[in-house]
C-alpha cells in the first residue's frame, strides 16, 4: 500500500509503475514471457507503451525491475554488516531472510509470471538474468575488496564475491524449477535452508578471514 504521507504525484507514479509491474506479470504467466509484447502490457495496464517505457527502460526490465535492490541487498551483507559480525553470519542471514520473503509470495499461477519461474523457461530472459548476475559479482568484489579486515586481491575477492552470490543465484534457480514444474515451493524452500546452511558452513573458513 502506498503512504497517503507522500506527495500526491509520487503516489500517483508509485500506483502507476505497480499497476504496469502487476499487466505483466499477469500476462507473463498466461502466454509466457516470449508471447508478450510492450503493447499488450500497455493496453492491459491501461497506459501508453510510451508511458512503460517511462518506468521500465526494456521490456526485461518489467521481469528484472528488482534488479537494483537485489544488487543493493548483496552488497549490504558486506558494508552494513554490524563491527566483529563474520562475513558467513551475515551472508547465512541475508539467505535465509531471503528465503523467508520468496516463502511468503502467493503461489498458484500467478508465480509463472516471476522472475524465478520466467529465466527457467525463456532464453532471452535467462541471458540478462545472467549478465546480471555478472554484474552483481563485480560489484560484490569490490566491496569485499573496500571492506576487508585485511587486504584481499582483485581475484581473490572475485572468488568470494562469486561463491556468496552463487547462494543466491541457487535459491532463485531451485525456486524457478519448483514453479516451472509445479513441484511445492515450500518444500523447496524447506530444503534450501539446510543447503543453505552446509554450503555456508565450508566456506565459513574463507568468508571469516574478512
Request: proline share 4%.
Amino acid at each position: 500500500m502506498v503512504s497517503s504521507e507522500l506527495p500526491l504525484r509520487l503516489r500517483k507514479k508509485i500506483r502507476t509503475r505497480q499497476q504496469i509491474a502487476d499487466a505483466a506479470a499477469r500476462l507473463f504467466a498466461a502466454r509466457g514471457y516470449d508471447a508478450v509484447t510492450v503493447a499488450d502490457v500497455a493496453g492491459l495496464a491501461e497506459v501508453s507503451e510510451q508511458t512503460v517505457y517511462n518506468f521500465f527502460s526494456s521490456k526485461e526490465q518489467l521481469v528484472l525491475d528488482e534488479d537494483a535492490a537485489f544488487e543493493a541487498r548483496l552488497l549490504a551483507l558486506v558494508r552494513e554488516r554490524a563491527p566483529g559480525t563474520p562475513l558467513d553470519e551475515c551472508v547465512q542471514d541475508g539467505a535465509h531472510r531471503f528465503l523467508d520473503e520468496l516463502e511468503r509470495r502467493p503461489a498458484g499461477a500467478g508465480a509463472a509470471g516471476s522472475l524465478p519461474c520466467l529465466i527457467q523457461v525463456s532464453p532471452t530472459l535467462r541471458r540478462a538474468w545472467l549478465e546480471a548476475l555478472d554484474r552483481y559479482a563485480g560489484s560484490l568484489a569490490l566491496a569485499l575488496g573496500e571492506c576487508g579486515a585485511r587486504a584481499v586481491s582483485p581475484p581473490v575477492a572475485r572468488v568470494l564475491a562469486a561463491a556468496i552470490l552463487a547462494v543466491f543465484a541457487m535459491i532463485v534457480d531451485e525456486v524457478g524449477r519448483a514453479m516451472k514444474s509445479g513441484g511445492s515451493v515450500r518444500s523447496v524452500i524447506k530444503k534450501l535452508r539446510g543447503q543453505v546452511d552446509d554450503a555456508l558452513e565450508r566456506l565459513a573458513p574463507a568468508l571469516r578471514s574478512l
